[in-house]
């Protein structure tokens, strides 16, 4: 008997997330009394590279507020801002612009090539009825 078919015929109460077998099995622990213990499946995924393989950082120049700064992303951030410019009807500098007054605005800033990649993570591409693709 595995140790989570023990843990989970005994009922223990542990306070983090177990993957017993990558792909096949993840053990999800309680983490409070009486809380139903999950077992569930899944399925294999595998790890391939990227459809156009890996690639560097580009560097490109874009003007924010009157000033040209330079900025390194990868190609396909690069793709993924356009798109997003795109589907805003923005030219990219101006998205770039507004992403980065956001990020001035935070506390303790990031880098501005972190801020890009961190706002296009959280706006993902929306899909619309047409099944294409939006930023």
């Known amino acids: 008997m595995s140790s989570a078919s023990r843990l989970v015929e005994t009922g223990q109460v542990r306070k983090s997330t177990t993957t017993l077998r990558i792909g096949e099995f993840r053990f999800l622990e309680r983490v409070w009394p009486n809380a139903p213990t999950l077992l569930t ?8 590279p990227p459809p156009t393989g890996f690639h560097g950082p580009v560097k490109r120049s874009v003007t924010i507020a009157g000033h040209q700064t330079s900025i390194s992303l990868e190609p396909l951030f690069w793709a993924a801002l356009e798109a997003a410019a795109t589907a805003r009807a923005l030219p990219l500098n101006a998205l770039i612009a507004a992403i980065d007054a956001l990020r001035i605005a935070q506390s303790n800033p990031p880098n501005l ?21 939006q930023a």
């Open 41 to 48: 499946l899944t399925p294999p995924m595998p790890i391939t």
């Open 113 to 133: 090539a972190s801020a890009l990649r961190s706002w296009l993570f959280a706006n993902p591409p929306v899909v619309n009825e047409n099944h294409s693709q």
